[in-house]
């Protein structure tokens, strides 16, 4: 099985609180460095949009 399916089952019901691991762990990173913040919401923002878009694709166009 390959990798992606699986996160896409873990992640199924559960993107708010993925979202929310995501917000915690980029507040701390940015209260730890400072000067990198905009480079770290930037990242966490990708991240977001990578759960968004794992959570919204329904494996229709999987490959046999």
């Known amino acids: 099985m390959k990798l ?3 996160v896409r089952g873990l992640l199924k019901g559960r993107e ?9 762990a980029s507040h701390v990173a ?3 460095l400072p000067k990198q913040a905009s ?8 991240a977001k949009d990578a759960v968004d878009k794992v959570a919204r694709d329904d494996g229709s166009s999987r490959k046999r």
Request: charged share 45%.
């Open 16 to 24: 708010a609180q993925v979202k929310s691991g995501i917000d915690k």
């Open 4 to 6: 992606i399916y699986r």
């Open 30 to 32: 940015e209260k730890r």
């Open 39 to 46: 480079k770290i919401e930037q990242a966490a923002g990708k």
